[in-house]
């Protein structure tokens, strides 16, 4: 259930609420067990009460292995099998750890997500992960609409903008309903330029 939100009149609202969530991964992935491990944080509507909540939480790279944060719409979980989600998917970018690079991307996706940089409907941004890992942190942009290539397009071009990527860095997407199928976020993964190979 979501935390009431009260507005302060010298607040900045933004554009819609969201929600931080927080899961320390154990055991074999099933929906039981991801739903009793994924902890709401809190809820926010305003600039000043993002950072409230930000500012208190580890940065990626302080946190132990196998940990994840969300930051998702407000009444959305972050869940494949959420209404708003399931005929979406989610852009993949990973990331070597070390040199603190998990912690900028995870804070520089999180303001363009909040600010609104994204050229896209309201509500065609799900949310955003950040998913430590061993060799490898996992930052993923979740859509609403998995088969709108144009959407898709503003979205990956606007990641690699905020996340100043190289060009020939080429980002991942998978379709929440093939996570499903083999209950992996991770693999069988596509290349994310569907549409550079229709031109």
């Not at 606007?158 to 379709?175: A, C, D, G, S």
Request: proline share 5%.
């Amino acid at each position: 259930m979501s935390v009431p939100i009260t507005l302060n009149p010298k607040y900045h609202p933004l554009k819609q609420p969201y929600s931080f969530w927080f899961m320390k991964r154990q055991g074999q992935r099933s929906q039981e067990n991801y739903e009793k491990s994924i902890k709401q944080i809190g809820t926010f509507g305003t600039v000043e009460d993002f950072w409230a909540y930000y500012n208190h939480l580890l940065r990626p790279n302080d946190l132990p292995y196998a940990c994840d944060y969300h930051l998702f719409r407000d009444g959305v979980k972050p869940m494949w099998e959420d209404d708003e989600n399931k005929q979406g998917g989610k852009f993949i970018v990973r990331i070597t750890r070390g040199k603190r690079t998990s912690s900028r991307f995870w804070e520089d996706i999180l303001l363009a997500v909040v600010g609104g940089q994204f050229d896209v409907p309201d509500d065609e941004i799900c949310g955003v992960v950040i998913s430590t890992r061993y060799q490898k942190d996992i930052l993923s942009l979740w859509n609403k609409h998995a088969e709108s290539i144009e959407e898709k397009k503003k979205i990956h071009d606007t990641i690699k903008r905020v996340l100043n990527l190289p060009q020939h860095v080429v980002l991942e997407y998978k379709h929440h309903d093939q996570s499903i199928k083999d209950n992996s976020s991770f693999r069988n993964t596509e290349k994310a330029q569907p549409w550079t190979e229709q031109n």
